[in-house]
Nanobody, 114 residues
Framework: VQLLESGGGLVQSGASLRLSCATS????????MGWYRQAPENERELVAT???????NYADSVKSRFTISRDNAKNTVYMQMNSLQPENTAVYSC?????????WGQGTRVFVSS
């Protein structure tokens, strides 16, 4: 099983980024996919999830600015992040979960300068 995130980088406040998480080795369409982040000296926190049926859940701090989506044909989950702020600086990781199985990617770094 592999989850490979991409799309992170260094941006200025107010910019946008689109993260991708390409998966292999799982029946992607069955899995709830999620994005999590861990800022320096903080615990990992949920950013957004999308179930196999397309239901979404967002952290309050990112609602209206971040959008999670998935392409089952490409086995990939995305997160569009708009109006990025310095407090969004973190390592963003994707998670695939189904029943008792859970798989994580290594993460992609996002740094937002003021």
């Amino acid at each position: 099983v592999q989850l490979l995130e991409s799309g992170g980088g260094l941006v200025q406040s107010g910019a946008s980024l689109r993260l991708s998480c390409a998966t292999s080795g799982i029946i992607f369409r069955l899995y709830t996919m999620g994005w999590y982040r861990q800022a320096p000296e903080n615990e990992r926190e949920l950013v957004a999830t999308m179930t196999s049926g397309g239901s979404t859940n967002y952290a309050d701090s990112v609602k209206s600015r971040f959008t999670i989506s998935r392409d089952n044909a490409k086995n990939t989950v995305y997160m569009q992040m708009n109006s990025l702020q310095p407090e969004n600086t973190a390592v963003y990781s994707c998670k695939a979960a189904w029943e008792r199985a859970a798989h994580w990617g290594q993460g992609t770094r996002v740094f937002v300068s003021s």
